[in-house]
């Protein structure tokens, strides 16, 4: 791995039986046309090139025609291998004999792998398929050849799937984030300008609320679409790049002589090392949030490096902050010394102080920014009851905003689809509970918040494409199948919704003459108009009515 450290990616490296004098290096990088020489070779052994040839023999004298397929004229089609048992005593060689050979074979295991397939004694009667798959299988694992690619969220997933602890991120499939990260419309939006001197929380600007328990692998995601991550310049946006490489310094606050030390705890401003737009806000239940995939990003959750964009984009808190801050001792102020105070203690004990003041105003700055709500969507992947989150949860999102709630299974989904039915929410209109006894047993959510609930599933299943052979992969990895929730926030009308009726529109004209116009009347006359005019009244009610048609249509 050493000789790695400097080395570019996505290119095919060989480990040398020794280390080169020339570069000093054990590995030598494949050239092109080496690779593409052995996919050549390996297309030249395909069915197709091999018609015309004569059948390979048996070792007993037979040809093997009883294997094959043969159409109405008995002309052999196809061979099979349904009769053929693959028994592990037809490989003659040993594993201490193949791990000898690994000691000492040179060529990058060319060798090893030549005499493996010698060694193999039903080797003959397979068909151009089987022998094709064998020769790959043990291509791959005695080759002493590998590409090197970049970290990204997908190729994290797989390998956490396939080779690690899948239950550790849910058994979230790489199509299930895609589905995910497309229904919530995570998106990079541009931050807004800081000439304005808005210091209100803002609304928008691209922030995305988070609970996370797939350690880190749905905040990668959301990052990803972001810009965030990975971290290159050729893809992050240029505003992310300029506020990591010029974040805004962090000052802790100097209170002076003539602050009083029992002052009330005033509200602390917006913290000014913080990103405000394309963020995303993490809710977790324990005192620090399991963050452990985003190592893999050089991103430590415990010590967030300075320089990194997540530091600034990414926003963390508790339950207990969001939900009830005064519980919690660290949204709590520390006390406030007088500079005079301050000045006569040691370093370390000042530097503890200050501290503790940087650590309280970064808290509350991001409760503060959170329970102001105006978050762009919600994205959930837990095992905690989905209910008890949303009740808090959904009243922070602004209108049109997205939800999307990831389980591996389907039950607790089609619950909560139920809780926002378009039943449940004729009831909850018609007899609305009272707001302080909210949830209730019947209504655990308010399911006029919530519109077009929806569950939907997605995956991707390969397949084998071969000329004759096209079928499904039968070894596909089981598992959860991964389900998906996705509903619209919506802002329900204070005081209800009235509809009235159509009102039966009246005629303009009086009825009299044969024109119809009205009649005529002097200036003395009571209501008196211009013939072929109408009373005001008639306009404004065919007015009303028009209106009322407009808006039962609309409706």
């Known amino acids: 791995s050493k000789y790695l450290i400097g080395r570019p990616f996505h290119y095919t490296y060989e480990i040398l039986d020794e280390v080169d004098s020339n570069t000093g290096s054990g590995l030598r990088i494949v050239p092109a046309a080496e690779l593409y020489k052995t996919i050549k070779d390996e297309e030249a052994s395909t069915p197709a090139d091999l018609e015309g040839e004569e059948e390979p023999q048996a070792k007993d004298g037979k040809s093997g025609a009883q294997f094959e397929v043969v159409d109405q004229k008995g002309e052999v089609l196809l061979r099979t291998n349904r009769n053929i048992v693959d028994d592990a005593r037809s490989q003659t060689m040993t594993m201490e004999e193949i791990e000898l050979l690994k000691a000492e074979g040179k060529g990058s295991g060319k060798d090893l792998i030549t005499k493996i397939l010698d060694s193999h004694s039903a080797l003959d009667q397979k068909t151009a ?17 590998f590409t090197v690619y970049p970290i990204d969220v997908p190729r994290l997933a797989n390998w956490i799937l396939n080779d690690k602890e899948a239950s550790k991120i849910l058994e979230l499939r790489e199509e299930t984030l895609a589905l995910i990260g497309s229904w919530s419309n995570i998106h990079f939006t541009p931050p807004p300008s800081e ?92 005192s620090q949030p399991n963050l452990s995939l985003l190592n893999y990003f050089n991103f430590d959750a415990a010590s967030p490096p300075p320089s990194h964009p997540l530091t600034r984009h990414l926003h963390a808190l508790s339950w207990l902050q969001l939900l009830d801050p005064e519980s919690d001792n660290a949204c709590q102020e520390p006390e406030v010394v007088p500079l005079s105070v301050l000045q006569t203690w040691k370093s370390g004990k000042r530097g503890n102080y200050h501290r503790k003041r940087r650590r309280w105003e970064r808290i509350s700055s991001i409760v503060a920014d959170t329970r102001a709500g105006g978050f762009d969507g919600l994205v959930i992947a837990s095992y905690m009851s989905a209910p008890t989150m949303l009740h808090h949860l959904v009243p922070l999102l602004r209108g049109a905003a997205q939800v999307v709630i990831y389980s591996p299974s389907i039950e607790p989904l089609v619950e909560l689809a139920d809780l926002y039915s378009t039943a449940r929410r004729v009831a909850f209109i018609n007899d609305p509970p009272k707001k302080e006894h909210m949830p209730t047993e019947d209504f655990p959510v308010d399911p006029t918040l919530l519109l077009a609930p929806t569950v939907q599933t997605v995956r991707c299943r390969p397949w084998q494409v071969l000329p004759g052979r096209t079928h499904p992969l039968m070894m596909g990895r089981g598992g959860s199948e991964g389900y998906v929730f996705t509903a619209t926030r919506v802002l329900p009308r204070e005081g209800g919704v009235e509809a009235r009726g159509i009102s039966k529109k009246r005629k303009a004209n009086g009825g009299e003459g044969s024109q119809g116009k009205k009649k005529a009347k002097g200036p003395n006359d009571e209501g ?5 005019e109408v009373r005001n009244e008639d306009v404004v009610e065919i007015r009303e009515a028009a209106e009322d048609d407009a808006a039962i249509a609309m409706a």
């Open 129 to 145: 398929f089987a022998l094709a798959k064998y020769t790959l299988r043990k291509t791959k694992k005695y080759h002493r050849r």
């Open 195 to 286: 000439a304005d001197g808005d210091t209100t929380p803002p609304t928008g600007n691209g922030r995305w609320l988070m609970v996370d328990e797939t350690s880190g692998l749905l905040v990668a995601a959301a990052a990803e679409r972001l810009g965030i991550l990975p971290m290159s310049d050729e893809t992050r946006p240029k505003s992310t790049r300029t506020q990591e490489i010029r974040p805004a310094p962090s000052r802790p606050s100097q209170p002076t002589d003539h602050q009083p030390t029992d002052h009330q705890p005033s509200a602390p401003k917006r913290h000014s090392n913080f990103a405000h737009s394309n963020t995303i806000t993490l809710l977790h239940a324990n």
């Open 528 to 532: 008196g108009n211009v013939d072929g």
